[in-house]
């Protein structure tokens, strides 16, 4: 939900809430990187 804005979180089953205290920049960047290209590998049956 840290997509959305959201920064709480409840429990479906008890009265916690926690509060998450993030770094929206960092979080964007993290979203947005890219991974190396893989290569394939060939097997022998």
């Known amino acids: 939900m840290l997509e959305m804005g959201e920064d709480v979180a409840t429990c479906p089953s008890c009265s916690l809430i926690i509060r998450v205290i993030?770094?929206?920049?960092?979080?964007?960047?993290?979203?947005?990187?890219?991974?190396?290209?893989?290569?394939?590998?060939?097997t022998e049956n």
């Open 22 to 42: 993030y770094d929206p920049d960092m979080f964007v960047n993290m979203e947005t990187s890219t991974m190396p290209p893989q290569q394939a590998v060939a």
